[in-house]
């Protein structure tokens, strides 16, 4: 039970911690602004980040029940995309550009936050693979406490990304390649556990 929660979790930090659009807007608002509104900005944020993971994670689920093939080939389209994407973050190095600006009103906040994450097709397509191939390599009863701690580690991720930009923002700046790094050896793992599901299922399937 407490071993499904945390690999959730472990996942999830490794999902939404790389800096892309989400990451970057909750930094940006950082700037200048107060830490109450900071707050309002970072809720809004994680609210369309779960409810995509949850619609993710939950729409595949159901498209098992009719296509058990499917979760065969998703295990191992998984296995080396999410495995190439460990590796693309190791390697890669990234930059962060703070901009100043005035504070959104909280509807544009809403619209932003919806489109880095529901309008963006490369978090789509991320989002299912990686939930997707991680949905089929979990038994039943294991799913929802996965999905659980995916959602905490959400919450915890942006509340924290937003607390230490507006503390320690020059700081911050120069430990994001750091971040990356872990959360590629974490992508890496849970790549590789994909493909040992993936081999075990077929020898089965053969047996």
Known sequence: MLNSLFQGFIFGIAYVAPIGAQNLFVINTAKNSSYRYILKVTAIVIFF???????????????????????LILLCIGCII???MG??????RTQIAIKDKEQLEV????FTSFAVAWLNPQAIIDGTILFGSMRS????????????GV?????????????????????????????NIICGIILIFFG??????FIKILLRNIE
Request: positive net charge.
């Open 137 to 148: 390599s979990l038994p039943e009863n294991s799913a929802s406490l996965f999905i659980i």
């Open 87 to 92: 590796i693309k973050l190791i390697v890669k």
């Open 49 to 71: 980040d779960i409810s995509l993971a949850l619609a993710c994670f939950t729409g595949i689920g159901m498209v098992f029940n009719f296509f058990p093939l499917l979760k």
């Open 107 to 110: 509807k544009q906040v809403i």
């Open 192 to 197: 590789l556990k994909l493909g040992w599901t």
């Open 82 to 84: 999410i495995t190439y």
């Open 151 to 179: 959602c905490f580690a959400s919450i915890i991720w942006f509340n924290a990304i937003a607390f230490i930009s507006y503390k320690i923002m020059d700081k911050f700046k120069t430990i994001i390649n750091y971040i």
